[in-house]
């Protein structure tokens, strides 16, 4: 297992050295933040990122993300172009020594909360998902107002494109899917690359677009449809753990005998309800998810890809970016590493 924590670039308010100072971390996720969704991105950046992590002592084997185009979503004809652009990039991943790249396939929202900065009782906040506060903020019917979203679309391109997945189910999604996969195939067998799709967040359906990265039937079809090393998922705990009807501890277990789990997301999420969540600080006692579990689960099944600390709470006075504070992810990752020797010791 390799521990690892992700970096916003230089304009993260958590530094590099301050990352290389907890214990046991290995490197960094991140990614080329300016270039425009769909282009390829230049070598030279790349290395750049690269060389910024090692001046470090940091590692970057793994960048989250590489957007995939709505349009290689949607399936629109200039699909192939842009699926050559996403191949190219891959290409140039590998050559700096990037071994796995987490994407995700969600149509328009990579993912949803109502609220970004929830109060807890011991004066921390964290991100929380309340379904019925979602739905009254349909973009459709109502003004929008989607936390961390806002400035993402004007509210008119929102519409269009919400219009646009109007004719686009779950089967053509998956057939989007597999068609991506299937176009940069040679370019990560060749590089070495693995990819790790990211899980629907939450996942279920919202605003009748299509989710399909949400259970053990989707990971199923995933490794069945593409079957070959380089397609895998990034386990990401809390995305697959807010829903109570997912199995987490046998969906870890099916993927990791299969070899298809390059990446962990760690995260601990406290149901309140069947669609309403909190994520949680990432001591399984804190949520409704069992971290000792599913790192043995995953450790049992073989996985020895990379981790890192998923959302923390903002603790300690922190200002940041939501999620992805310092001194929460640090504990995370302190306790994750913990966790991971008690298991590594007792075999
Ligand atoms: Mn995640």
Redo the contacts with the bound molecule.
């Keep these: 297992m390799k521990m690892t924590f992700r970096w916003y670039g230089a304009g993260d308010p958590v530094k590099l050295d301050q990352i290389r100072q907890i214990p046991g971390m290995s490197g960094i996720v991140t990614a080329v933040y300016d270039v425009p969704v769909g282009e390829p991105w230049p070598q030279a950046r790349i290395d750049d990122l690269r060389a910024q992590a090692q001046a470090h002592g940091l590692s970057m084997e793994v960048i989250e993300s590489v957007p995939v185009h709505e349009h290689i979503k949607l399936g629109l004809p200039d699909r192939d172009r842009l699926i050559d652009n996403y191949a190219q990039t891959i290409v140039s991943l590998g050559k700096a020594g990037v071994r796995c790249i987490c994407y995700n396939f969600m149509p328009v929202f990579d993912w949803l909360r109502s609220s970004l900065a929830e109060p807890l009782e011991d004066g921390s906040t964290c991100l929380a998902f309340h379904e019925e506060q979602v739905l009254a903020m349909d973009p459709a019917v109502s003004e929008l107002s989607l936390p961390g979203w806002d400035e993402s679309y004007t509210r008119e391109e929102l519409r269009a494109l919400l219009r646009q997945y109007e004719d686009v189910d779950e089967a053509q999604l998956w057939d989007n899917l597999i068609y991506f996969l299937r176009g940069i195939g040679e370019a990560c067998r060749q590089s070495g690359v693995r990819m790790a799709i990211?899980?629907d967040?939450p996942p279920w359906g919202i605003f009748g677009l299509p989710r399909i990265i949400r259970n053990m039937e989707s990971l199923q079809m995933l490794v069945s449809r593409v079957d070959e090393p380089y397609n895998g998922v990034?386990f990401?705990a809390?995305?697959f753990g807010s829903d109570p009807n997912n199995d987490l501890y046998a969906m870890a277990d099916f993927l990791a005998k299969r070899d298809r789990v390059p990446f962990v997301?760690a995260?601990n999420v406290l149901h309140l309800g069947q669609r309403s969540f909190r994520e949680a600080a990432h001591l399984s006692s804190c949520g409704s998810l069992d971290m000792y579990r599913l790192l043995k689960t995953l450790h049992d099944g073989g996985f020895d890809g990379y981790i890192r600390p998923?959302?923390g709470r903002m603790i300690w006075g922190e200002t940041g970016r939501p999620g992805y504070g310092l001194y929460d992810r640090a504990l995370g990752a302190a306790y994750l590493n913990g966790l991971w020797e008690a298991i590594v010791k007792a075999e």
């Design positions: 990211h899980p967040d990034t990401c809390g995305s997301h995260r998923d959302h």
